[in-house]
C-alpha cells in the first residue's frame, strides 16, 4: 500500500487541486504557546568529540566535521561497513577561533571516501569514543530531501526534528540560521550538541541567514566567522571563493545555495560564479534544478517585506532563463508556497517560490500577512514545520509541508511538480530582451 499512495495522492491533486487547496487553506489550526530555549551539555570528557555533523563532498565523498575541547587530539576518522569494523580511515585539518573572550574548541574537518551510494557506513572520531553511523544518498531516484529553515534550538526545533526523524530522507538542506547565536558563541556549542543525532546521521547542507553574520561594531568586524569555522561546505570544489554559496550534485539533482548576505549584484563574485554555474548545468544528466537562499525574493508576509528584492532584481533572470524547478528561502518565521512566477508574474517556465522559515526559532512565528492575498501566493500559514521535497523520477517531484502540531506532524499543504526541463514550451522558448 506503501508504494500504491504516492501514485494515489498524485491521481487526487490532479483531479481535484482546487478543492484540495481550498479544503487546506480554511482548515482551522489552534497554535500551541512558544516554549523556551534548550540547553545541550556536553557530558563526555575533553578528547571526546562532540558537535558531529556530516556533509557532501563531490559525488562519493563525505566531510565529517566536529569538535574537541583537548586541543591536541587528532583530525582522525576511521570508518568501514560493519559496526566497530573500521577497514579505512583518514586524517584532515583542525582549526579555533576566538570572539571576544570566548575560544573555540578544536573544529575539525576529515573527507572520508570515496563511499559508495545508498550504504550505512560505521564511523568513529579523533580514534576514540562513541561509534556513529550515516547512509549515503542514493545514485539515482527516487531520493528525499528534508527542508528546514530558522532552525534554532528551542523545544520547537526539538519537535521538528523528531518529525523529521519519524520517516528516511536522504539529505537535510537548511536555508540559513542555524544556531541563533547571536554572538553567543556558546549558544553554537549547545546547537552543535542538539542536532549532533540527526547531524551525524544524514548529510545537512546549508547556507547562511542574517544570524549567522554576528559582527559587533569596531571589535568583531570579520562577518560569519563561527559559522564558516564550523559548518564548512564543498564550495571550493564547485568553483566558489566563499564558503557562502556553493552548489552540488545528489543523484539526479542539482542544488545551488546561494548568500543573501554577501555581495550579488551584477559584476560581483557571487554573480559571476552563479551565471558559471547554471552554464555548466547539464538537464539530461541534472534534470532537475533547486536554489536556496534566505531572505525571499516573494513574501506577503508583513515580516521581512522587500529584504530580498534587491537581489531578486538583481539574479532572478539568471534562474529564469536557467529553467530552475523551485527556490527555497528561510527568513520569515511562517510558511508559503507560491505558484511558478517571474517579475511578480504568474509564468509557466519559473520557478516556484517556497518560504520556510518556520524550524523553530525563538523568535517566534511570524503572524500577519498581508490582506488581501496575493493570487500568486497558493497556500499560506504561521506554523512551525517542515518541509519534504521527494523526486520520484527525471519528470516528477512531490513537495509537502508538515505542519509541526505539538507532538504530532500533520501534512498541510502538498502539491506535485513537473520538471521543466522536460516541458517542450520552457525548453524551447527562447526568452526575449524585453522579458528578461
Same mark, same amino acid.
Given at each position: 500500500?506503501?508504494?500504491?499512495?504516492?501514485?494515489?495522492?498524485?491521481?487526487?491533486?490532479?483531479?481535484?487541486?482546487?478543492?484540495?487547496?481550498?479544503?487546506?487553506?480554511? &482548515?482551522?489550526?489552534?497554535?500551541?504557546?512558544?516554549? *523556551?530555549?534548550?540547553?545541550?551539555?556536553?557530558?563526555? !570528557?575533553?578528547?571526546?568529540?562532540?558537535?558531529?555533523?556530516?556533509?557532501?563532498?563531490?559525488?562519493?565523498?563525505?566531510?565529517?566535521?566536529?569538535?574537541?575541547?583537548?586541543?591536541?587530539?587528532?583530525?582522525?576518522?576511521?570508518?568501514?561497513?560493519? %559496526?566497530?569494523?573500521?577497514?579505512?580511515?583518514? +586524517?584532515?585539518?583542525?582549526?579555533?577561533?576566538?570572539?571576544?573572550?570566548?575560544?573555540?574548541?578544536?573544529?575539525?574537518?576529515?573527507?572520508?571516501?570515496?563511499?559508495?551510494?545508498?550504504?550505512?557506513?560505521?564511523?568513529?572520531?579523533?580514534?576514540?569514543?562513541?561509534?556513529?553511523?550515516?547512509?549515503?544518498?542514493?545514485?539515482?531516484?527516487?531520493?528525499?530531501?528534508?527542508?528546514?529553515?530558522?532552525?534554532?534550538?528551542?523545544?520547537? +526545533?526539538?519537535?521538528?526534528?523528531?518529525?523529521?526523524?519519524?520517516?528516511?530522507?536522504?539529505?537535510?538542506?537548511?536555508?540559513?540560521?542555524?544556531?541563533?547565536?547571536?554572538?553567543?558563541?556558546?549558544?553554537?556549542?549547545?546547537?552543535? *550538541?542538539?542536532?549532533?543525532?540527526?547531524?551525524?546521521?544524514?548529510?545537512?547542507?546549508?547556507?547562511?541567514?542574517?544570524?549567522?553574520?554576528?559582527?559587533?561594531?569596531?571589535?568583531?568586524?570579520?562577518?560569519?566567522? !563561527?559559522?564558516?569555522? *564550523?559548518?564548512?561546505?564543498?564550495?571550493?570544489?564547485?568553483?566558489?571563493?566563499?564558503?557562502?554559496?556553493?552548489?552540488?550534485?545528489?543523484?539526479?539533482?542539482?542544488?545551488?545555495?546561494?548568500?543573501?548576505? +554577501?555581495?550579488?549584484?551584477?559584476? !560581483?563574485?557571487?554573480?559571476?560564479?552563479?551565471?558559471?554555474?547554471?552554464?555548466?548545468?547539464?538537464?539530461?544528466?541534472? %534534470?532537475?534544478?533547486?536554489?536556496?537562499?534566505?531572505?525571499?525574493?516573494?513574501?506577503?508576509?508583513?515580516?521581512?517585506?522587500?529584504?530580498?528584492? !534587491?537581489? =531578486?532584481?538583481?539574479?532572478?533572470?539568471?534562474?529564469?532563463?536557467?529553467?530552475?524547478?523551485?527556490?527555497?528561502?528561510?527568513?520569515?518565521?511562517?510558511?508559503? =508556497?507560491?505558484?511558478?512566477?517571474?517579475?511578480? +508574474?504568474?509564468?509557466?517556465?519559473?520557478?516556484?517560490?517556497?518560504?520556510?522559515?518556520?524550524?523553530?526559532?525563538?523568535?517566534?512565528?511570524?503572524?500577519?500577512?498581508?490582506?488581501?492575498?496575493? %493570487?500568486?501566493?497558493?497556500?499560506?500559514?504561521? &506554523?512551525?514545520?517542515?518541509?519534504?521535497?521527494?523526486?520520484?523520477?527525471?519528470?516528477?517531484?512531490?513537495?509537502?509541508?508538515?505542519?509541526?502540531?505539538?507532538?504530532?506532524?500533520?501534512?498541510?499543504?502538498?502539491?506535485?511538480?513537473?520538471?521543466?526541463?522536460?516541458?517542450?514550451?520552457?525548453?524551447?522558448?527562447?526568452?526575449?530582451?524585453?522579458?528578461?
Amino acid at each position: 500500500m506503501e508504494n500504491i499512495w504516492p501514485h494515489l495522492f498524485f491521481f487526487f491533486f490532479i483531479s481535484f487541486p482546487h478543492q484540495l487547496l481550498q479544503l487546506e487553506a480554511s &482548515s482551522v489550526y489552534t497554535r500551541p504557546p512558544p516554549r *523556551r530555549i534548550l540547553s545541550t551539555p556536553h557530558k563526555g !570528557s575533553n578528547s571526546d568529540p562532540q558537535q558531529v555533523h556530516i556533509s557532501l563532498v563531490g559525488s562519493d565523498h563525505v566531510r565529517v566535521s566536529w569538535i574537541t575541547d583537548d586541543k591536541k587530539a587528532p583530525s582522525l576518522v576511521e570508518y568501514g561497513k560493519l %559496526p566497530g569494523k573500521y577497514e579505512a580511515s583518514a +586524517t584532515g585539518e583542525n582549526e579555533s577561533y576566538n570572539y571576544f573572550f570566548y575560544w573555540s574548541g578544536e573544529i575539525h574537518h576529515v573527507k572520508i571516501g570515496p563511499l559508495d551510494h545508498s550504504t550505512t557506513y560505521y564511523y568513529r572520531c579523533g580514534g576514540r569514543g562513541q561509534e556513529f553511523s550515516f547512509k549515503t544518498p542514493p545514485s539515482t531516484f527516487p531520493l528525499e530531501f528534508v527542508i528546514v529553515g530558522d532552525l534554532g534550538q528551542t523545544e520547537w +526545533t526539538a519537535s521538528t526534528l523528531s518529525h523529521v526523524n519519524e520517516s528516511d530522507y536522504d539529505v537535510f538542506l537548511l536555508p540559513g540560521d542555524l544556531s541563533y547565536a547571536d554572538t553567543q558563541q556558546p549558544l553554537w556549542d549547545s546547537f552543535g *550538541r542538539l542536532v549532533q543525532p540527526y547531524a551525524s546521521q544524514r548529510p545537512w547542507m546549508v547556507t547562511e541567514g542574517n544570524h549567522e553574520i554576528e559582527t559587533f561594531f569596531i571589535f568583531e568586524n570579520k562577518p560569519f566567522k !563561527s559559522y564558516n569555522a *564550523r559548518w564548512r561546505m564543498p564550495f571550493e570544489e564547485s568553483g566558489s571563493t566563499s564558503n557562502l554559496y556553493y552548489s552540488f550534485d545528489v543523484a539526479g539533482v542539482h542544488i545551488i545555495m546561494l548568500g543573501s548576505y +554577501t555581495e550579488f549584484e551584477a559584476g !560581483s563574485d557571487q554573480y559571476k560564479w552563479l551565471e558559471a554555474d547554471l552554464a555548466k548545468v547539464d538537464r539530461w544528466r541534472t %534534470p532537475w534544478l533547486v536554489v536556496l537562499l534566505h531572505a525571499p525574493w516573494y513574501n506577503t508576509n508583513t515580516a521581512h517585506q522587500g529584504e530580498g528584492e !534587491s537581489m =531578486r532584481n538583481a539574479m532572478e533572470a539568471l534562474l529564469y532563463q536557467a529553467r530552475v524547478d523551485v527556490v527555497f528561502a528561510g527568513h520569515v518565521h511562517a510558511y508559503e =508556497r507560491f505558484a511558478r512566477v517571474y517579475k511578480n +508574474t504568474a509564468k509557466q517556465c519559473g520557478p516556484m517560490h517556497v518560504t520556510i522559515g518556520d524550524g523553530g526559532n525563538r523568535e517566534g512565528l511570524a503572524l500577519d500577512f498581508k490582506e488581501p492575498p496575493s %493570487p500568486l501566493s497558493l497556500f499560506r500559514e504561521a &506554523s512551525f514545520g517542515h518541509g519534504r521535497f521527494r523526486v520520484f523520477n527525471q519528470t516528477h517531484a512531490h513537495w509537502s509541508w508538515h505542519r509541526n502540531n505539538d507532538s504530532e506532524s500533520t501534512v498541510a499543504d502538498g502539491v506535485w511538480l513537473q520538471n521543466l526541463s522536460v516541458s517542450s514550451v520552457c525548453m524551447e522558448h527562447s526568452c526575449t530582451k524585453d522579458e528578461l
